[in-house]
């Protein structure tokens, strides 16, 4: 199993450019997560999705949009990049939401120039 | 709003006992979590508890009080690799998971 994967691992963009983060998982999990983590800020939650097809606003869910098409994928778009959105994205899965035992992807470092 | 308190850093010496704390206020509450995370590295799940009590897994145990809001992630038998950051996190009614904005550890030889 690969667990929980993420691509890119590093990206540099302009401002104004676009982009979408993939995160697939192979543990059949029905809830994913994608979260951002700035220094000292801890992990914010961007979006989520409870199952195929669903989504829902996290935290912090302004400049992203995001889509669960598949179950073992979610894909992070930013449609016009900020240079606030200079973070490292992490994506999580997790069985389903009565577990907290969220499984974490190895992150993707983004640059907004 | 929700929101989630730990303390920033924590300091202990190799081989002793170090206990972080975190209290927390959310729309409902179904279960206190803890993770580390190395520099540079992703989250990793530790512990969780749904019900009041003390769960211990290894040299790791969690507290929780839920009628306090308030649990605690206990490390025992300090080791050097056991210096990283750590977060509570809770499930909310909604089913977002909150996150804390992490205790970094430091561990002295």
């Not at chain 1, 994913?32 to 996290?58: C, F, N």
Request: a neutral charge; proline letters at 4%; glycine letters at 10%.
């Amino acid at each position: 199993n690969a667990g929980v994967t993420q691509t890119p691992k590093f990206r540099v963009l302009k401002t104004g450019q676009s982009m979408t983060l993939l995160c697939a998982q192979d543990m059949n999990h029905e809830y994913m997560y994608w979260y951002r983590q700035d220094p000292g800020m801890g992990l914010r939650l961007i979006h989520y999705s409870v199952g195929e097809g669903t989504t829902a606003k996290g935290e912090v869910p302004d400049g992203y949009n995001v889509s669960r098409l598949k179950k073992q994928n979610f894909l992070l778009g930013l449609e016009s990049a900020a240079p606030s959105q200079t973070s490292v994205y992490f994506c999580a899965s997790s069985r389903t939401g009565r577990y907290n035992t969220q499984y974490f992807g190895p992150g993707t470092r983004l640059t907004v120039l | 709003g929700q929101s989630l308190e730990q303390p920033s850093e924590v300091t202990a010496v190799e081989g002793a006992i170090v206990q972080i704390n975190c209290t927390y206020q959310t729309s409902g509450f179904y279960g206190l979590s803890w993770y580390q995370q190395h520099d540079g590295g992703a989250p990793t799940f530790l512990s969780y508890n749904g019900l009041d009590g003390l769960e211990e897994t290894g040299r790791f145990s969690s507290f929780l009080s839920r009628s306090d809001s308030y649990g605690y992630l206990l490390l025992q038998e300090l080791q050097m690799k056991d210096s990283a950051s750590y977060f509570c996190a809770v499930r909310d009614r909604d089913d977002k998971i909150i996150f804390g904005k992490g205790t970094r550890l430091h561990i002295l030889p």
